[in-house]
């Protein structure tokens, strides 16, 4: 009963705070200084009534009330609305993002979780030593980082000046060209070229990202150093790496549970500083582009989907953390 309870609180305050986030973000979007409408009437003889008339076919003549009601009432419906800059479905040009998107920052993801669990362990098992100092000083160092820079950085490095690695796109232009223009272009060259202009992006996130997965563990484990149940199993005479695995990592990776799903949120939304850096057209790339133009369909959906995203997560994070340690339903 009190386990329900507790679901039924969460699903609850999820579902509250994906609407007030909605809301927000209608109102703040349109207190914006700006209108839609002065770079779409930017054209060949454009006049004043052309802007009226955009004006009037986006429905911005409506009182602000009025626009709020209709765009509630489209996305419950479903219906993100048409894009203002090139007349396409939101929900279509949002799906292609994410396809583009969840692949890259699943990547660099991952890699910062194996690296924050490394990293975590090392400075915790050897703390007072010069390796935990090493380890904390990395970590840190890489989380301080502002993520533009760092990834002008590795541009630089990998891609100015050793010449390694692509440093924008998702695909080399010319094998594109040559596979439009009907030259045999095989699946598996597509694929490692894709792959190939993943990795520099994909490594931003992971440096940005690792230090703090690093803390989180760290912190968890030499707090759980000090429990009975690890204190027992060292006094029984197991080994220390038996004590480790089996008792110390096992019970302090509840905290890490909340910090992986909010990674696993951060999916969806990408980064709008890494991707517009790299020209990764992903959901990151697609907001930063909205926003520039006033696309306010289209910033509305960006901005629904990393809302739903991070919220959805959250509550997952919450249940498995019940599920995990039944005394905080209490």
């Not at 986030?21 to 209608?26: C, D, I």
């Not at 098992?125 to 990395?138: C, D, I, L, P, Q």
């Not at 891609?159 to 045999?184: E, F, K, N, Q, T």
């Not at 912190?219 to 150093?225: D, N």
Request: proline content about 5%; glycine content about 8%.
């Amino acid at each position: 009963m009190k386990q329900s309870r507790y679901v039924l609180r969460r699903v609850w305050a999820a579902l509250l705070t994906t609407y007030v986030a909605v809301t927000f973000n209608f109102l703040l979007l349109r207190l914006m200084p700006g209108d839609p409408t002065s770079r779409l009437a930017r054209v060949p003889n454009g006049t004043e009534e052309t802007r009226r008339a955009l004006v009037r076919q986006f429905g911005l003549d409506q009182p602000l009330w009025r626009q709020y009601l209709d765009y509630l009432r489209e996305l419950g419906h479903g219906n993100l609305g048409i894009s203002y800059t090139n007349q396409q479905p939101v929900t279509s040009q949002l799906l292609e993002a994410l396809r583009t998107t969840v692949p890259m920052v699943t990547l660099g993801t991952v890699t910062a979780i194996v690296l924050g669990l490394v990293f975590g362990v090392v400075a915790a098992w050897w703390r007072g030593h010069a390796v935990e100092k090493s380890s904390t000083f990395v970590s840190m160092f890489f989380y301080a980082l502002p993520t533009q820079w760092l990834g002008l950085m590795l541009i630089l490095v990998f891609s100015v000046m050793l010449g390694w690695l692509p440093s924008a796109g998702m695909h080399d232009p010319g094998l594109m060209a040559a596979r439009d223009i009907g030259v045999p272009v095989s699946s598996t060259a597509v694929l490692r070229d894709t792959a190939t202009h993943m990795l520099l992006p994909s490594m931003t996130l992971a440096l940005v990202l690792f230090g703090e997965y690093t803390l989180v563990v760290r912190s968890a484990l030499l707090e759980t150093f000090g429990e009975d149940f690890v204190l027992t199993a060292r006094a029984k005479g197991l080994r220390p790496r038996v004590v480790l695995i089996r008792h110390a990592l096992r019970n302090a990776l509840l905290p890490v549970v909340t910090l992986v799903a909010l990674s696993i949120g951060f999916i969806a939304g990408g980064s709008i500083l890494v991707e517009t850096v790299f020209s990764w057209p992903g959901i990151g790339l697609l907001s930063y582009d909205a926003i520039q133009a006033r696309d306010y369909p289209m910033i509305q959906g960006a901005f629904l989907v990393i809302t739903i995203s991070v919220v959805f997560c959250n509550l997952v994070a919450d249940l498995l953390y019940a599920r995990l340690d039944p005394r905080i339903t209490t």
